[in-house]
């Protein structure tokens, strides 16, 4: 799996625009990215996942350069309710064990 | 719908002793897998089945720990003579086939806890 750098830690302040950048230099041609959300006490859930240039569902968006050295995850307009650690993980898709390190813990504040 | 489930929700047990962690998977999805995550840390990989087969155990710490999945459905993790470095949350989660680009969906997992 590819090796994938996130920050440790973000803050924002509620109605803010997020952006949580991951490098993963060394991704493989059949490599997707995904992106996981974790609240305390609770496993991680799927929010979104992409291969090139730009996906946006309900939740994300989710930028791919044409590189794709590296991906972002925005989240639009923040709440409290944000505040979660957001693992991004890089793989091909015949593999199957996910490669969680300890993700981006966002902090949204009033 | 129904999510993945798992159960207890917390287990509390003395160190030397076997606990018995079960999962029921999405029902249809014929990949299951058990992560492990310690405080603060991310997750551990332990093993994964596609159906009842297990292609892959190099996951799991110890041959104190082993796993079954029974009817392509429930999985149960045991671990035997537990340790107190086996405390940590256990998670298992399931997708319809296996392939990093099917999103895995988890439970909440079992918070172990050894005395």
């Known amino acids: 799996l590819a090796k994938t750098t996130q920050p440790i830690s973000m803050d924002s302040y509620e109605g803010q625009e997020v952006n949580i950048t991951c490098s993963h230099n060394?991704?493989?041609?059949?490599?997707?990215i995904t992106w996981y959300q974790q609240f305390p006490s609770q496993g991680p859930r799927f929010i979104i996942q992409?291969?090139?240039t730009k996906v946006t569902n309900e939740v994300a968006s989710l930028f791919i350069p044409a590189d794709r050295k590296s991906s972002t995850l925005s989240l639009p307009r923040v709440s409290l309710s944000d505040t979660a650690v957001y693992y991004c993980?890089?793989?091909?898709?015949?593999?199957?064990?996910?490669?969680f390190g300890k993700g981006t813990s966002l902090l949204v504040t009033p | 719908g129904a999510g993945v489930s798992q159960s207890p929700s917390n287990k509390v047990t003395e160190k030397g002793k076997d606990v018995e962690l079960r999962c029921d998977p999405i029902?249809?999805?014929?990949?299951l897998y058990w992560y492990r995550q310690s405080l603060g840390q991310g997750l551990e990989f332990l093993i994964y089945?596609?159906?009842?087969?297990?292609?892959?155990k190099s996951g799991l710490p110890s041959d104190r720990f082993s796993a079954e999945r029974t009817g392509g459905s429930v999985s149960t993790l045991t671990i035997q003579r537990t340790q107190q470095e086996d405390s940590a949350v256990y998670l298992c989660?399931?997708?319809?086939?296996?392939?990093?680009?099917?999103?895995?969906?988890f439970g909440d997992g079992t918070r172990l806890s050894i005395l």
């Open positions: 089945f596609q159906g009842n087969s297990a292609p892959d």
């Open positions: 992409g291969y090139k």
């Open positions: 989660a399931s997708s319809t086939a296996t392939g990093l680009n099917q999103p895995q969906h």
């Open positions: 029902s249809g999805h014929t990949a």
């Open positions: 993980l890089v793989g091909e898709n015949s593999g199957y064990a996910l490669n």
């Open positions: 060394n991704i493989a041609t059949n490599d997707y």
